[in-house]
């Protein structure tokens, strides 16, 4: 996968397979497979795609909470396997997860204060004055203000919106490199997403940092993203900057989520869009859920398409470089 400058952290050919039980025997659930991914500073790249593609697992993986089958995460050209203690906690301080529910990722029992000021104390940072300061810095940047008003208080105290900015305040009190956000959003109102999203796209312009946003909705990586991967039972199937896929998609099951998004404000469109649910993992069909399938389709090679982005759909074969 071509990726953007000053790449931070990396995957390479990451592959996260479960043995699951079924009657009397073992089926192999290949979640993520044989996935290349990059993250570069000062670049939000989106990760798109229907329940149950690999997404979040890929996200566990990059962020160090999982560990791969096979393939191995690099940060700033490192493996992840192969830190020293003390090299792994500098990389947990430098990647940083926000988790899609709020409300199970922090503790109920701990204030703002106390949930936004652990992953100082537990990189070391322990001076009163400063992890005060810090935490009122990180409150005031996602717009909890003044930040006096929301130390004390408690997660049932805080609206939907707020809890969830509380988890990035959590995530850029440490000033992190690289940002992993698993469905930031999903569980917000409309109202209040803006906001969300907006804090993200200041932090990477102001500190540089990288940014993988995952979510199901194309429309948001449209607005959010750089660049734009499409992810489809634990493959990628197409990469590139994030107008392009979205303008002129080529792989077809780009084409289906992005057909799928309703149009605000325009008249019915009547649309073929993709049927049925997302195949199983652990018996991933010869032909992919595709209006355009055929009996080669069942690799998803990427391919180099008109340079980027890049797609891996046989039909496109014809354009490969």
Same mark, same amino acid.
Not at 11 to 19: F, L
Not at 65 to 73: C, L
Not at 139 to 153: C, K
Not at 236 to 258: F, K, M
């Given at each position: 996968?071509?990726?953007?400058?000053?790449?931070?952290?990396? =995957?390479?050919?990451?592959?996260?397979? @479960?043995?699951?039980?079924?009657?009397?025997?073992?089926?192999?659930?290949?979640?993520?497979?044989?996935?290349?991914?990059?993250?570069?500073?000062?670049?939000?790249?989106?990760?798109?795609?229907?329940?149950?593609?690999?997404?979040?697992?890929?996200?566990?993986?990059?962020?160090?909470?999982?560990?791969?089958?096979?393939?191995?995460?690099?940060?700033?050209?490192? &493996?992840?396997?192969?830190? &020293?203690?003390?090299?792994?906690?500098?990389? *947990?301080?430098?990647?940083?997860?926000?988790?899609?529910? %709020?409300?199970?990722?922090?503790?109920?029992?701990?204030?703002?204060f106390d949930t936004v000021a652990e992953g100082l104390r537990v990189q070391g940072v322990k001076e009163k004055g400063v992890v005060?300061?810090?935490?009122?810095?990180?409150?005031?940047? +996602?717009?909890?203000?003044?930040?006096?008003?929301?130390?004390?208080?408690?997660?049932?105290?805080?609206?939907?919106?707020?809890l969830q900015r509380v988890a990035i305040a959590r995530a850029l009190v440490l000033e992190p490199k690289v940002v992993l956000a698993?469905? %930031? +959003?999903?569980?917000?109102?409309?109202?209040?997403?803006?906001?969300?999203?907006?804090?993200?796209?200041?932090?990477?312009?102001?500190?540089?940092?990288?940014?993988? !946003?995952?979510? *199901?909705?194309?429309?948001?990586?449209? @607005?959010?993203?750089? @660049? +734009?991967?499409?992810?489809?039972?634990?493959?990628? +199937?197409? @990469?590139?900057?994030?107008?392009?896929?979205?303008?002129?998609?080529?792989?077809?099951?780009? #084409?289906?989520?992005?057909? =799928?998004?309703?149009?605000?404000?325009?008249? !019915?469109?009547?649309?073929?869009?993709?049927?049925?649910?997302?195949?199983?993992?652990?018996?991933?069909?010869? #032909?992919?859920?595709?209006?355009?399938?055929?009996? *080669?389709?069942?690799?998803?090679?990427?391919?180099?398409?008109?340079?980027?982005?890049?797609?891996?759909?046989?039909?496109?074969?014809? !354009?490969?470089?």
């Open positions: 996968m071509a990726a953007q400058d000053s790449t931070l952290l990396e =995957a390479k050919s990451v592959k996260v397979y @479960y043995s699951v039980r079924r009657g009397v025997s073992n089926i192999l659930l290949k979640a993520v497979d044989d996935v290349d991914f990059k993250v570069g500073g000062g670049y939000i790249i989106g990760v798109v795609g229907e329940s149950g593609c690999g997404k979040s697992t890929l996200a566990r993986v990059l962020s160090g909470i999982e560990e791969p089958t096979d393939g191995e995460v690099l940060f700033n050209g490192e &493996s992840l396997r192969r830190m &020293s203690r003390s090299k792994k906690k500098e990389f *947990h301080r430098n990647v940083q997860m926000i988790f899609q529910d %709020p409300y199970e990722a922090i503790n109920a029992r701990y204030t703002v005060e300061e810090r935490v009122h810095r990180a409150l005031e940047y +996602v717009r909890l203000s003044p930040p006096e008003s929301f130390t004390m208080r408690k997660p049932f105290e805080l609206s939907g919106g707020q698993d469905e %930031p +959003v999903s569980m917000l109102d409309v109202s209040v997403r803006a906001e969300v999203l907006n804090t993200l796209i200041k932090a990477k312009s102001d500190r540089g940092m990288g940014v993988a !946003f995952i979510t *199901h909705d194309i429309a948001l990586a449209d @607005y959010v993203s750089d @660049y +734009v991967a499409v992810m489809y039972l634990g493959k990628v +199937v197409e @990469y590139g900057r994030a107008d392009d896929v979205v303008s002129n998609p080529l792989h077809p099951y780009t #084409q289906a989520i992005i057909d =799928a998004v309703p149009l605000i404000g325009k008249k !019915f469109v009547d649309r073929e869009l993709i049927k049925g649910e997302i195949s199983s993992a652990m018996n991933v069909p010869s #032909q992919p859920r595709c209006l355009d399938a055929s009996l *080669h389709c069942g690799s998803t090679r990427l391919l180099p398409v008109r340079r980027e982005p890049f797609s891996a759909c046989h039909g496109l074969r014809i !354009f490969s470089v």
